[in-house]
């Protein structure tokens, strides 16, 4: 286990090097000059080595000195600005959500002003591009994912169903639409997401069977598939999460004739403890009220 210098000598180091005085850093810290002086006698042991010299009435940093401030300063820094990052999560009306990016785009973010009608009083954090594994109240309240944690500790709901469509630009679409399964597939290049490489489960087979078709761009970010699809670049098997507004907006269309195909539902999760605020409990009865009304919890 390495040896680590006491905080109060570090602070009393950093203070002593900005303001190049054991005087002045011990006025700015509440301390006697000679506990200032002791905390660097205290450092030096520490490094080995020297890190003031006397000036005059004042002090200088040597050149080992002065190396080792810039790692102070840089460490305190980090100290001091975790703590404003962790700030947030000491007020009440603060929920912090884990989800697919998805779900935040596709599902929440076209929901937010409803939220704010709802439930403007609360500060949403969203954390995406995580795998949540289990469910700690304090830094997890809610998880949004297709993946289920079944535990004693862990209140799990079905939130979503999903399906994953053929998409395409309105051009493309309008050139397609007459167009029979499965030959509209050799009528524009296929944009394929690398997590799911065959494109579509029944893709294999067909080709099997002696269909032909082309790829014109492999990605890792579906969303990357729907911008492509968009700007008229082939067809697409997204998620409707995925698909999202520009599914609403009408910059990209489904081909009806091309059959989708069932993805793992969406499950909200929490801790099956109590709430650490009625601001949790308030967005998780939010979300499940608002999937409910859909009917059968569809994305659709």
């Keep these: 286990m390495r040896r680590l210098p006491p905080l109060q000598a570090l602070l009393a180091f950093d203070a002593a090097a ?6 002045r850093a011990a006025q700015e810290l509440a301390l006697t000059q000679s506990a200032i002086s002791h905390q660097i006698q205290q450092l030096e042991e520490w490094t080995g080595q020297p890190l003031f010299r006397r000036i005059g009435r004042g002090v200088a940093l040597t050149a080992a000195g002065s190396l ?4 102070v300063t840089a460490a305190l820094t980090t100290l001091a600005d ?4 962790i700030e947030p999560y000491g007020n009440p009306d603060s929920v912090i959500v884990v989800c697919t990016a998805e779900f935040a785009s596709g599902w929440l973010m076209p929901r937010m002003r409803a939220f704010s009608e709802a439930l403007g009083n609360i500060e949403v954090w969203l954390v995406t591009g995580e795998d949540v594994n289990e469910i700690d109240r304090v830094d997890v309240d809610l998880v949004v994912s297709p993946k289920e944690i079944r535990t004693p500790e862990v209140v799990c709901e079905h939130l979503l169903d999903e399906e994953a469509v ?3 630009g309105p051009a493309t679409e309008r050139r397609l639409r007459s167009v029979p399964f499965p030959d509209v597939l050799t009528q524009a290049p296929l944009l394929v997401h690398e997590a799911r490489p065959e494109w579509a489960p029944w893709l294999p087979d067909l080709r099997r069977n002696g269909l032909r078709t082309r790829r ?17 670049l082939g067809i697409a098997m997204v998620s409707r999460l995925a698909a999202g ?12 004739q091309v059959p989708g195909f069932a993805l793992a539902p969406l499950w909200l999760m929490r801790s099956a403890q109590p709430a650490r605020s009625a601001a949790v409990n308030a967005v998780h009865e939010w979300m499940l009220r608002l999937s409910r009304s859909q009917g059968d919890g569809s994305t659709r």
């Design 245 to 256: 507004d520009a599914l609403t907006s009408g910059r990209i269309k489904v081909l009806p």
């Design 82 to 85: 975790g703590r404003d990052r």
């Design 18 to 23: 900005r303001l190049g005085s054991f005087t």
């Design 68 to 71: 080792y401030a810039q790692t």
């Design 166 to 168: 053929a998409i395409c």
């Design 216 to 232: 014109a761009m492999t990605v890792s970010d579906p969303r990357f598939l729907v911008a492509a699809a968009g700007q008229e």
